[in-house]
């Protein structure tokens, strides 16, 4: 978007909100003129720098947002010094702290992570009866210890058939009397799939190495060519489909289930479909996720839909009447009996990124941004101790 507007006797373009003049303006303005033009050129490139910096460090900075907490004690909000403090006065140097050990959880050991873990085999080493004869003439020598070494070995999955043979019964006595009795078949469990190849354990196989994994239904298939099964994606969708039908039913209990928390978190996400009726292939469409709050058993659900429109969360929220914890985004806006919460990590995120584009030399622990994001830090040190304790 292009605007153009007059400094007096000077035509000065704005284009995509920046300002540009050309020599001969530039010298045909008097001092004020370029006096304002310098300042808005000053504004103009310490946008660009911060805009500049922020893209550097998500290209090659660390993309955790974890604080480097090396003074724990002053993100506390029961600590009376962070109570009374005064974001203005310089931050002490380091000798001047008393620091604590920051706590962390212990790595598990090696014997407590083969502890968890059945042993498959036992291999034992023994000499042969002429290795065991003492060099001193004293004949055979006596086991006294033992020396155990542990390996993890990976066994990989296999792929194997199962017959279920159906037993058919008839009566002999009836059919030499030529008395019509009808020929009675033992049953069996139904198919997921009537008449399919494919077992539950097979595509829940498949759903997961797709889902859980990301991987392409191509190289699932590629990986069941290396065991020697011919096995097209085509039949890994169709599966997939006629087993999502199957789980349709518990999608809807845990929907209804759902819906009576108090509280439900929400966020969507861009997603491309390709050969969807109607749209390019290249359009985009979106994933909105519902989830239930911090409990022992959560509740997760996808709802896809073509586009981020806020009818899609009104409608599938429109039995829920609670805490509707989001990140913003205008579209979570009229729904009726719900309540907005906010989200800190993405307030916390805003905070980071305006002292990220400081320059080095700013005095940061002055500015409003340190101050939210340290109040930010306090309240995820007093989430930590609490998130543990019954209600």
């Known amino acids: 978007m292009t605007k153009i507007w007059y400094n007096r006797r000077v035509k000065i373009t704005q284009k995509n909100g920046r300002f540009t003049m050309d020599k001969k303006q530039l010298e045909?303005?008097?001092?004020?003129?370029?006096?304002?033009?310098?300042?808005?050129?000053?504004?103009?490139?310490?946008?660009?720098?911060?805009?500049?910096?922020?893209?550097h460090k998500a290209l090659f900075g660390p993309k955790s947002e974890k604080t480097d907490v090396k003074h724990p004690e002053q993100y506390s909000l029961f600590n009376e010094a962070e109570?009374?403090?005064?974001?203005?006065?310089?931050?002490?140097?380091?000798?001047?702290?008393?620091?604590?050990?920051?706590?962390?959880?212990?790595?598990?050991?090696?014997?407590?992570?083969?502890?968890?873990?059945?042993?498959?085999?036992?291999?034992?080493?023994?000499?042969?009866?002429?290795?065991?004869?003492?060099?001193?003439?004293?004949?055979?020598?006596?086991?006294?210890?033992?020396?155990?070494?542990?390996?993890?070995?990976?066994?990989?999955?296999?792929?194997?058939?199962?017959?279920?043979?159906?037993?058919?019964?008839?009566?002999?006595?009836?059919?030499?009397?030529?008395?019509?009795?009808p020929i009675t078949t033992a049953t069996m469990p139904n198919r997921v799939i009537p008449g399919s190849l494919a077992a539950s354990s097979l595509i829940a196989f498949i759903m997961d190495k797709k889902y859980t994994n990301g991987m392409p239904l191509y190289r699932i298939e590629q990986e069941f060519k290396r065991y020697g099964i011919d096995l097209s994606r085509q039949n890994f969708s169709n599966w997939m489909i006629k087993g999502a039908e199957w789980l349709e039913h518990l999608y809807q209990r845990m929907y209804e289930v759902l819906i009576q928390k108090?509280?439900?978190?929400?966020?969507?996400?861009?997603?491309?479909?390709?050969?969807?009726?109607?749209?390019?292939?290249t359009s985009k469409s979106y994933m909105w996720l519902y989830r239930s709050g911090r409990e022992s058993n959560p509740?997760?659900?996808?709802?896809?839909?073509?586009s981020r429109s806020k009818e899609h969360p009104k409608r599938f929220l429109e039995n829920f009447s609670g805490y509707l914890q989001v990140d913003g985004y205008q579209g979570y806006n009229g729904i009726p009996n719900v309540k907005l919460v906010g989200c800190f990590a993405h307030a916390r995120r805003k905070f980071k990124e305006a002292l990220d584009a400081l320059p080095k030399d700013a005095k940061k622990a002055r500015t409003t941004a340190n101050k939210g994001f340290k109040f930010c830090n306090q309240l995820y040190k007093v989430e930590?101790?609490?998130?543990?304790?019954?209600t």
Request: net charge negative; aromatic share 4%; charged share 35%.
């Open 28 to 55: 045909s303005l008097n001092k004020d003129e370029l006096i304002k033009y310098i300042e808005q050129m000053s504004v103009e490139l310490s946008n660009v720098k911060e805009q500049l910096k922020l893209a």
């Open 83 to 181: 109570v009374e403090a005064d974001f203005t006065v310089d931050e002490p140097t380091v000798e001047e702290i008393q620091t604590k050990r920051v706590k962390r959880n212990p790595k598990r050991s090696r014997e407590e992570l083969f502890k968890e873990l059945p042993v498959h085999k036992t291999i034992e080493y023994r000499l042969t009866e002429e290795e065991r004869l003492c060099p001193n003439g004293h004949g055979p020598m006596k086991e006294i210890s033992t020396e155990v070494t542990k390996e993890l070995i990976v066994i990989p999955q296999q792929i194997k058939v199962v017959e279920h043979v159906r037993y058919v019964y008839g009566c002999e006595p009836c059919e030499k009397e030529n008395i019509n009795t």
């Open 262 to 281: 108090d509280i439900i978190h929400a966020d969507e996400t861009t997603v491309q479909v390709l050969h969807e009726a109607g749209k390019s292939a």
């Open 299 to 306: 509740i997760v659900l996808y709802d896809y839909q073509p």
């Open 384 to 390: 930590g101790k609490i998130k543990s304790l019954s």
